[in-house]
């Protein structure tokens, strides 16, 4: 799956994602029940400087806070499209080499909290450095809590109201959480519907409507796990199939309705409520393996990493225009 000359590093990062809260987003959210459309590349990155764009998270000014998975760093793109590097975290002493499945160390998962401290995800199969990392405005970054050697942490999540942070592991198969303030880890659910099947299994991560919503990337599905007032892990029901190569995502906020990010295909996808889907923006549109996405007001952010495309790695943004916009017709089976 998904093999040419980066087979080794970056191909094998494809669809990574860390997932941003839209709650948790100052500004950010409830757009149009419509698909996007009159897409327009508002920032290109670097390949040749492993600037390979994994997760985002928005400010309310505009500003899209960014991990550049190979490079190791996290970067603020402001409303002009200029690029600025805030963090690049220190290398492990094996160069990433241990990282499971992937073989490099990469930044992940970020959410942006109200306060404008960043909280993200570094995975490097070292014990020393794989963990949950904090940066707070004009400081340094800090890890505040270890996550397993033996893992890979890809999406994040936080709930605001709480103060935790919830992450999936696409090599473990879990969800855990942590307080923003740090500290150990505590598994919050080791469902089988979380597990790979051969490749990365839990991936994108949001909280919506009292759940955590998450994708499997092997299985190509969204799940929707309820959060018990006992703050323990409800039953798994899988929302939507058939979504091959789904990484990020996010709802629109009209009710359960969700755009999400198909890294193999370049594409993104509608899907419904009922867990039907098509798609709406392509490869035509500028995606180049598109690996997440979030809403400010009826506009879409879309990072597209080119992982495998290998061109043109960039920030698309794209309006969400009004009903009958779908490109396509490919739908997902309901459950």
């Not at 790979?196 to 994108?204: D, E, K, M, Q, V």
């Not at 500028?286 to 879309?302: E, F, K, M």
């Amino acid at each position: 799956m998904f093999k040419n000359k980066w087979s080794r590093t970056a191909l094998s990062a494809v669809v990574l994602t860390a997932a941003t809260v839209t709650a948790s987003l100052p500004g950010a959210a409830s757009a149009a029940s419509a698909p996007p459309a009159r897409a327009r590349i508002a920032a290109h990155f670097d390949l040749a400087r492993h600037q390979t764009p994994e997760n985002i998270a928005l400010a309310p000014d505009g500003s899209a806070y960014v991990t550049f998975a190979a490079a190791r760093q996290v970067a603020r793109i402001d409303p002009r499209g200029t690029t600025r590097i805030l963090a690049t975290l220190p290398a492990p002493a094996d160069g990433g080499a241990h990282t499971p499945v992937l073989g490099f160390a990469l930044t992940t998962g970020i959410v942006r909290a109200h306060d404008g401290t960043l909280y993200f995800l570094y995975a490097t199969g070292t014990a020393d450095l794989t963990g949950v990392w904090r940066l707070r405005p004009g400081g340094e970054p800090q890890r505040i809590a270890p996550l397993p050697a033996t893992g890979l942490p890809n999406g994040l999540a936080l709930d605001p109201r709480t103060h935790t942070l919830y992450i999936t592991d696409s090599v473990l198969g879990t969800i855990v959480s942590v307080p923003t303030s740090g500290g150990t880890p505590r598994t919050w659910s080791t469902a089988p519907e979380l597990a790979p099947t051969g490749f990365l299994g839990a991936n994108g991560l949001k909280i919506h409507d009292g759940a955590l919503w998450a994708t499997n990337l092997d299985r190509g599905t969204l799940m929707r796990i309820p959060m018990l007032r006992d703050g323990r892990a409800g039953a798994v029901r899988t929302r939507a199939t058939g979504l091959a190569g789904i990484d990020d995502f996010a709802f629109t906020g009209h009710g359960d309705q969700v755009l999400a990010a198909l890294n193999g295909p370049s594409e993104v996808a509608l899907i419904r409520s009922d867990g039907t889907h098509s798609t709406v923006l392509t490869a035509a549109d500028g995606l180049q393996n598109p690996t997440s996405l979030a809403l400010r007001g009826d506009t879409a952010y879309v990072l597209s990493a080119a992982y495998v495309t290998a061109k043109d790695p960039n920030l698309l943004l794209a309006h969400l225009d009004g009903p009958g916009r779908d490109r396509g017709s490919r739908q997902a089976g309901r459950r």
